[in-house]
C-alpha cells in the first residue's frame, strides 16, 4: 500500500506542475499576441519614413554624413537584445552562439536583457551598459538605446555597431540574427528589414518607382532633413528589433510551456495506469488471500 501512497503523491505533484505550465502558456501566448500588434501597428510609419529616405538619399553625397561614413577599423560594439527571463528554450542559448560568431578581439558589448547580460559577464566580456526594457515596449524606450549607440560611433569609440536579436518568424520558429546598425549602409538605407511574421518585407521595386517619382520638396535642405530623419530611422530599428526579441521570447516560452503541460499530462497518465495496475494487483492478492482462507476453513 505504500507503493499505492507514493504514486498518488506524485500524480498531484505532477498536476500541480502541468497547472502552472499551463496558467504560463497561456500568459505567454498573451503577451505574444500584444508583441506582434506593436509590430505591426508601426507598419505605416515605416513605409513612409523609408519612402521619404529612398528620395532623400539621392539628393544628398551619402559620404558627407557622420553616419554613412564607413571606416577601416574593426572596434566593434555589439547590443545584445536577449531575455530577462528563462523557461524559452534554446532562444538564448542560439543568440550566444550568434553573438560569438560575430565579436572578434576588439568586440565590446551592451545589452538588453538578463540572461546574456549574465552570461557575457562570466566569460569576462567587457559590458560598456546595460539597459531595461518594459514589458510591453514603448518607443521612448528605444530612444536612449539609439541615442547611446549613435554617440558612441560619432565619438569614434567604434568603428561598426551592430545588433544581435532573435528574430520572430512563426510561433514555431525563431532565429538568431545580426544586423550592422551603423555606419549605416547606403545602399540598403531605405530597405525595410526582412522581418517575417511580425516585420515587413522588403521593399519592392514598384514601390521604389513610386517613392522616386514622387517630387519632394524638402525644407531647408536635402542635409537637414537626412540629419533629422536618419536618428529617427536607427530608432525605429531598435525598436523593431526588441519587439522581435519580445515576440520570439513569448513565443518560445508558449511552446516550451505547452510540451511541459504534454509531458506531465503524459505522466499523469502513465502513473495513473501504474496506479491502476499496482491497485487491481492488490485487490487480486487480497482476493486470493480470502479464498485460500475460506478453503483452509472447509
Known sequence: ????????RRIKSVKNTAQITRAMQLVAA?????????????????DQLNQVLVNLKENVDEESHALLEKR??????????????????????????????????????????KKLRMQLEKTDDK?????VVADPVSFSEARPIAKFLT???LEGNYDKIKVCFTNF???????????????????????????EGVGKDQIKDTDHNSAMSKDYEFEPSPEV????????YLNFQIYQMILES??????????????????????????TLDYNKLRQAAITSELLEITTAMKAME
Open 225 to 232: 532633413v537626412l540629419d533629422t530623419l536618419l536618428p529617427q
Open 1 to 8: 500500500m505504500a507503493n499505492l501512497r507514493d504514486i498518488r
Open 169 to 195: 518568424v512563426s510561433t514555431l520558429t525563431q532565429e538568431a540574427h545580426c544586423s550592422q546598425l551603423l555606419p549605416i549602409d547606403a545602399s540598403t538605407l531605405a530597405e525595410k528589414q526582412d522581418y
Open 30 to 46: 498573451a503577451k505574444m499576441k500584444k508583441a506582434q500588434d506593436q509590430a505591426l501597428a508601426g507598419r505605416e510609419y515605416a
Open 151 to 153: 554617440d558612441q560611433f
Open 72 to 113: 577601416k577599423g574593426d572596434k566593434t560594439l555589439i547590443l545584445v537584445i536577449s531575455t530577462d527571463k528563462g523557461l524559452c528554450g534554446g532562444l538564448n542559448t542560439n543568440l550566444l552562439k550568434k553573438v560569438r560568431l560575430e565579436q572578434n578581439e576588439h568586440t565590446e558589448f551592451a545589452t538588453v536583457g
Open 127 to 131: 559590458i560598456n551598459a546595460d539597459f
Open 246 to 271: 519580445r515576440a520570439s521570447e513569448h513565443s518560445a516560452r508558449m511552446v516550451s510551456m505547452k510540451s511541459a503541460t504534454d509531458n506531465a499530462n503524459n505522466m499523469i497518465d502513465d502513473l
